[in-house]
Structure formats: structure tokens, C-alpha cells
């Protein structure tokens, strides 16, 4: 059926991206989807949750890829990441404000 669908929503204009990967000898490289990139501009925040026991962390990050290893735990565990970054054309946006009624 029909239903209504409600946003994230946060003081500033961003764009993400999610999924989910897994280490392999300790590394994984998380390719992004090259339309996503067209949508956004300046520096990414990437949030990384292992499921498993193992401490991650972002050792790379590149033009269209970033790279996730573990400094200790399982080397193999998969993880869930997530990634934001400015609506491009709207970096500097912020709390824009709105006239009254």
C-alpha cells in the first residue's frame, strides 16, 4: 500500500551513501557509485560499524574509493558504512533562515 516515507534531516545540506562490506586479510576497498559522486562536493565523513569483534578504521581515502582496515580483531569481519558529504552547491549552507508565517 501507500505510505509516506520521513527524512533524515540535519542543520546542514548533505547527501549519503550506505552499504555494507567485508575485511579481507584486514582491508576492504568500498568503491562509490560514480552518480552519487556527481551529486556532491568537499570533504566526506565516512562512519564505519563492524559486526564482529574488531576495531576499524579509514586508512585511504581516494577520488571515487575509500579503504577501511583493522588495527585489531578479525581481520575478515564485516562491516556497515555510511557516508556523507555537501549537496554540491550547497556547502556552505547551513540553517538557512526561513520568514515567518
Known sequence: GQRKLYAFEQASNRFADEGKARLVNGAATVTLDPIFLETIEGDWL??????????LYIAEIGKDYFVVKASAGRGD?????????ARKGYANVRLEEVAGP
Request: glycine share 6%; proline share 5%.
Open 46 to 55: 565516512i562512519h564505519v560499524t563492524p559486526y564482529g569483534n574488531a576495531s
Open 77 to 85: 569481519v564485516e562491516f556497515a558504512w555510511m557516508l556523507t558529504a
